[in-house]
């Protein structure tokens, strides 16, 4: 895996939008609901953290011959708990950005849910077009994020294919022909994490240099 110790650094990723909010004017309970999904976040970026590292720690001592230990199944569960924490943080993210609008046209899915948000945007790229452009080109890590924990999800299926070369392949469904497409567990994670990352780092830029819209 990747040396991903460097997302520590992003660990005040949200410093300056959060620094915004608690400097707008602003209902007193509206304030502290959004200070409190802050604290969501990040307690949210900690456990993936923690996760991540879990896992390449799990890697390293898995043995491909021994599938039924207690340390495959830790690996199993910080897996799949991968996904899920990952897509329940950016559905966090979701229910923040519209305060930085002035009016925000979307259903109510499009305040609870990033996946609809992202959809919101790309039919309304004028909305803010800087932003809908980075979800337009930077984005397609996330939909593989979500394809799995949706199949996990629903289908409730986590295919684990080890290799002689301590290497961990996965998969979550079965295509039209029965098989099932698979990638290794360790770029999956390498990639996703680094693109959440990246992500946030951006978020902050974007809309730590917005005004807040919240009367």
């Known amino acids: 895996m990747s040396d991903l110790d460097e997302g520590v650094s992003v660990r005040a ?29 990040h ?15 799990e890697i390293n001592f898995l043995k491909p011959t021994k599938m039924n230990t207690k340390l ?6 910080d897996l799949e708990a991968y996904f899920y924490v990952l897509i329940s943080t950016f559905d966090i993210i979701a229910k923040l950005t519209p ?4 009016e925000w046209e979307g259903d ?5 849910y990033f ?11 004028m909305k803010d077009p800087k932003y809908t452009e980075y979800l337009n080109d930077n984005m397609k890590w996330f939909e593989k994020v979500r394809e799995h924990r949706n199949e996990l999800t629903h289908n409730g299926a986590l295919y684990i294919f080890p290799t002689s070369k301590k290497k961990f392949y996965f998969g979550t469904k079965r295509n039209e ?8 567990v360790e770029n999956c994670i390498a990639e996703t994490f680094q693109g959440f990352c ?18």
């Open 177 to 184: 022909k029965g098989f099932i497409p698979n990638e290794e």
């Open 99 to 102: 305060y930085f609008y002035s």
């Open 115 to 125: 996946s609809h948000q992202i959809e919101f945007f790309k039919k309304n790229p």
């Open 72 to 77: 495959y199944f830790y690996f199993l569960i």
């Open 198 to 215: 990246n992500f946030l780092i951006y978020y902050n830029s974007h809309f730590g240099a917005k005004r807040l819209k919240i009367p």
């Open 13 to 41: 990723f949200l410093f300056d939008v959060e620094k915004g909010f608690r400097q707008a004017p602003m209902e007193h309970y509206t304030k502290q609901d959004c200070l409190l999904r802050f604290f969501h976040l």
């Open 43 to 57: 307690h949210k970026f900690g456990m993936l953290q923690l996760i991540v590292e879990r896992t390449k720690h």
């Open 108 to 112: 109510k899915d499009t305040k609870r």
